[in-house]
């Protein structure tokens, strides 16, 4: 009997991502500055930071991907790129499907508007209304985020956590094509916490790829397929989640 390989389809494919930013002592503040800069202009290096470098991987249906580095290592920095947050300095990303990035720190909420109201304009950015049945997802996403009694009072009163309920609940309610999830768990409250991680586990296993990050190993391990580790805005290491973890303690025991 014949044995066939699926060959599942390529939902990310990054080749030679680079992320740089300019540095911030290079602003230009005078005419000297301007000739200096002219002077300085093929110097990347001495002009800007460099995040990421030389990025290659791919990612197919079904895989589940973790990032690790320390902190400032570039994984945050790399999913604001596949997410198409962040424009790319070189290379390229290619992407099918729908894609939706939870990340805590970088979702736009009005102070001024309700909860109610911000979590209808979170909606209407994340969800097509072609394929969802958006007062649906409202309705769910409301009742799971308990916050029924201060959805309608503006949001610049709620604490971060009141916060992290009513993004997360909206943001988590459908599965898509490709997930990122970085640090979707911190600063939420220990009830909410747990109640949250069972709404993602569900999110997770439904959607095509995901890319996880956090700092806790034991969630990474129970997660992911996969794990990449970065050290200087560099892949050191892409494979088996429990020797990933191995190759990230000995690059950190060595900075010390």
């Known amino acids: 009997m014949w044995c066939?390989?699926?060959d599942k389809k390529i939902l990310i494919d990054l080749n030679n991502v680079t992320l740089a930013f300019p540095k911030a002592n290079l602003e230009v503040t005078s005419i000297r500055d301007i000739f200096a800069k002219k002077i300085k202009k093929n110097s990347l290096a001495e002009?800007?930071?460099v995040v990421l470098r030389d990025i290659n991987f791919k990612l197919r249906s079904g895989d589940r991907l973790g990032i690790i580095s320390e902190n400032g290592g570039g994984?945050?920095?790399?999913?604001?790129c596949i997410s198409g947050s962040y424009p790319l300095s070189a290379g390229s990303i290619?992407?099918?499907g729908d894609i939706r990035a939870l990340f805590e720190s970088s979702l736009v909420i009005y102070p001024e508007l309700s909860g109610r109201e911000n979590m209808s304009l979170l909606a209407e950015i994340f969800y097509d209304r072609k394929k969802h049945n958006i007062p649906q997802i409202l309705e769910e996403s409301l009742k799971f985020s308990e916050l029924e009694e201060s959805i309608d009072l503006p949001v610049k009163i709620y604490s971060k956590g009141m916060l992290l309920r009513l993004t997360l609940s909206i943001l988590s309610a459908v599965p898509t094509d490709i997930l990122i999830l970085d640090e979707v768990f911190d600063g939420a409250d220990e009830f909410f916490r747990i109640k949250l991680s069972q709404r993602i586990r569900k999110l997770i296993s439904e959607s095509g790829t995901v890319i996880f990050i956090s700092h806790q190993e034991e969630q990474v391990l129970d997660i992911c397929t996969r794990v990449i580790v970065l050290k200087r805005g560099k892949i050191i290491f892409d494979g088996d989640p429990q020797e990933a973890f191995k190759v990230y303690r000995e690059s950190r025991n060595s900075l010390l």
């Open 94 to 96: 290619v992407r099918h």
């Open 47 to 49: 002009d800007y930071k």
């Open 4 to 6: 066939f390989m699926v």
């Open 75 to 80: 994984k945050s920095s790399l999913c604001r």
